[in-house]
């Protein structure tokens, strides 16, 4: 089911324009949870929640230790952080949901990806 845009909060904004490549966060708007990372220097946008069980994927942080692939936390499925694909794991070929951030005059919203 796809959420409504969710207004972002600036404080979020300004940890998510932080991150270094190869980190990630761990975010919550309203009661949905998201991961935020950089990859390659480009920044992915997930709702953290994993195909598998729809538990969340982690409650820190997502990235494994050699911070290349996004590993849930519960049956260590592991996605690709470019694509949200799971590439090992109980939910293969699945995908995680990925969101854009939108700016709107002074707000920025977490949309669904298309
Ligand atoms: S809930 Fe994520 S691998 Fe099972």
Request: proline share 5%; hydrophobic share 35%; glycine share 4%.
């Amino acid at each position: 089911m796809s959420l409504p845009p969710l207004l972002l909060p600036k404080a979020i904004t300004h940890h998510i324009d932080a991150l270094q490549d190869d980190q990630d966060l761990v975010f919550s708007v309203q009661e949905y949870s998201f991961i935020a990372l950089k990859h390659a220097g480009k920044l992915y946008l997930y709702r953290n929640q994993c195909p598998h069980q729809n538990k969340r994927l982690g409650t820190e942080h997502c990235l494994d230790d050699s911070a290349s692939l996004i590993e849930c936390q519960h049956h260590a499925a592991q996605f690709l952080p470019h694509t949200g694909r799971c590439i090992s794991g109980p939910c293969q070929d699945m995908t995680l949901t990925a969101y854009v951030m939108k700016q709107d005059q002074s707000e920025t919203f977490l949309i669904e990806a298309t």
